[in-house]
């Protein structure tokens, strides 16, 4: 039983629907919702992005800062930190895995070379546990990739080497769907550009365009593979020029029926990925989202309750998209608990998520549009201060999982008995 009590959590809920029912929304609908939505939760962060290919630090304009002792430096190790961080998260959700993650036992696999039996004891895990499997070819942190250049390289034995990849990355996914059940999301995004203004902005997406549909020349039943591109607006050591922008990403998927994800660190710092939702959905029957935290620049910080997050989470749900919108995270921060840093990333994705079901967006949406916006206001400010940790207590209690802060004490035994010990 929790600390807090199951006869206060209760009567604190019991409150709370109440407060809710006045304005219209049924609680208990909504913790259901909640419970059925799935989360892709990135494998990246319980490691710095290492991977297992020992080739070294990252490249490609991604860095890991920090140096909290207790990461993962093996399969086994990773895997059961992500058994940590699922036992302390509410619902039932999906593992988003990188090439780089490959389990070849020793062996030296080049990129170009890797096959569905390099990601069988992913598949095996992910059965285990009735988990969705999501995956990305590494474009990055590699001697092929040194120059910052991959699918757009001038010289084609390099570009073709990462064509391979990419081919060979949709056959992993595919693999996953037909697995697992579930379809996988293969993501494509690459980090090439340059560092200071080009000579030539057209003829690297000419090649990049070129290599692309190479890549997605065959095709896989959408059952088990959706294929998707990212676009950024800059990197480290990439700051003048992105190959693969966003309007070159939305306009490629768009004409080749592939789906653009959004990542909202990839974005100018003024621009709102949240409004880029409902914008995406009037065209695309799907929208693959990343969420992470950027501050000042795409530094992928672990996800808080913040505003741009709650209002991410206000399109998906009153745009009725939680079955169109597919939720990724995507952070590695190295200065604090790596495990911890899962849970509160994905416990946030599900309160914001929570936050918006609360919300009467079709009394809302009546006001806008009958011009009472002096009303609007009024009822979207009072909202902000209704009972959402009441709702989000028990829903935990119902799951099964720590209420509040208790799940720290459980992270704090897992460090010291743990990770500490792989120092």
């Known amino acids: 039983m929790s600390e807090h009590g199951t006869n ?18 049924d609680c208990d609908q909504a913790i259901a919702k909640l419970s059925k939505v799935s989360i892709s939760i990135h494998c990246w962060q319980g490691d710095d992005v290492n991977g297992f290919e020992n080739r070294g630090g990252l490249t490609g304009g991604i860095a890991a800062t920090g140096n909290y002792p207790g990461k993962a430096r093996t399969p086994e190790e990773l895997m059961a930190d992500i058994d940590k961080a699922l036992s302390l998260i509410p619902g039932k959700h999906r593992i988003n895995v990188h090439a780089c993650y490959g389990i070849v036992d020793g062996n030296i696999v080049e990129r170009d070379m890797l096959e569905p039996k ?9 059965k285990q546990r009735g988990l969705g499997l999501d995956f990305n070819p590494t474009f990055f942190s590699h001697p092929k990739a040194a120059s910052g ?81 990212e676009g950024k607006v800059f990197g480290i050591g990439f700051e003048a020029y992105t190959v693969g922008s966003h309007e070159f990403y939305l306009s490629y998927a768009a004409k080749n029926g592939l789906y653009f994800l959004l990542d909202n660190g990839h974005f100018h ?26 501050m000042r620049w795409d530094s992928d910080h672990v996800v808080l309750l913040d505003d741009e997050l709650k209002e991410i989470a206000k399109e998906i749900i009153r745009c009725n998209a939680l079955d169109k919108v597919m939720i990724g995270l995507d952070y590695f921060d190295a200065s604090i608990n790596r495990v911890a840093a899962w849970v509160i990333g994905v416990r946030n994705m599900q309160k914001a998520l929570l936050s918006a079901m609360l919300i009467p967006h079709g009394k809302l949406r009546e006001l806008q549009d009958g011009g009472q916006f002096t009303e609007l206001m009024m009822l979207g400010e009072e909202i902000k201060t209704y009972p959402l940790g009441a709702v989000w207590d028990y829903f935990c209690e119902q799951q099964n999982v720590p209420v509040k802060e208790e799940w720290y004490e459980i992270i704090q035994g897992y460090e010291s008995d743990v ?3 792989r120092r």
């Open 149 to 229: 250049l991959t699918l757009s390289h001038p010289d084609p034995a390099i570009r073709n080497f990462w064509i391979r990849h990419g081919k060979a990355c949709r056959k992993i996914a595919a693999y996953f769907g037909k697995e697992l059940g579930t379809p996988s999301l293969c993501n494509l995004w690459i980090p090439d550009g340059y560092k200071d203004i080009p000579a030539d902005r057209l003829g690297p997406r000419l090649r990049l365009k070129e290599s692309l549909d190479e890549i997605y020349c065959v095709k896989y039943d959408p059952k088990y593979l959706i294929d998707c591109v």
């Open 419 to 421: 990770q500490m010990k």
């Open 269 to 294: 710092p003024t621009e709102a990925v949240s409004d880029k939702i409902p914008a995406l959905l009037a065209f695309f029957d799907r929208v693959p989202l990343h969420v992470t935290r950027p």
């Open 118 to 126: 390099h990601f069988s004891k992913w598949v095996e895990f992910a």
């Open 8 to 25: 206060s959590i209760s009567e604190s809920y019991r409150l709370a629907k109440e407060s809710y029912r006045r304005i219209g929304i």
